[in-house]
């Protein structure tokens, strides 16, 4: 495994670890200040929306898990 993907799958877990205890901030901060996600039924949305419906959901319980299967490096792409 390279440093790259092993950088890719700690911050996956971090990220599941943060969404597990609530913790916004830290999810935030795993990412750009540019990202955008786009997921099926809504129109593509950037960091503000996502911490917007954060805040909105504080009493939900998110438990999550990732199972990377394929992780291939392009260069700056993964």
């Given amino acids: 495994m390279t440093d790259d993907e092993r950088a890719?799958?700690?911050l996956m877990a971090t990220w599941f670890d943060a969404t597990k205890k609530g913790d916004t901030a830290t999810?935030?901060?795993l990412m750009a200040d540019d990202v955008v996600f786009m997921v099926p039924g809504r129109e593509p949305f950037g960091k503000e929306a996502?911490?917007?419906a954060s805040n909105q959901m504080?009493?939900?319980r998110i438990d999550g898990t990732s199972d990377i299967q394929e992780l291939r490096m392009f260069g700056d792409w993964a």
């Fill in 58 to 60: 504080k009493a939900v």
């Fill in 8 to 10: 890719i799958r700690e």
């Fill in 27 to 29: 999810v935030l901060s």
């Fill in 50 to 52: 996502f911490q917007h």
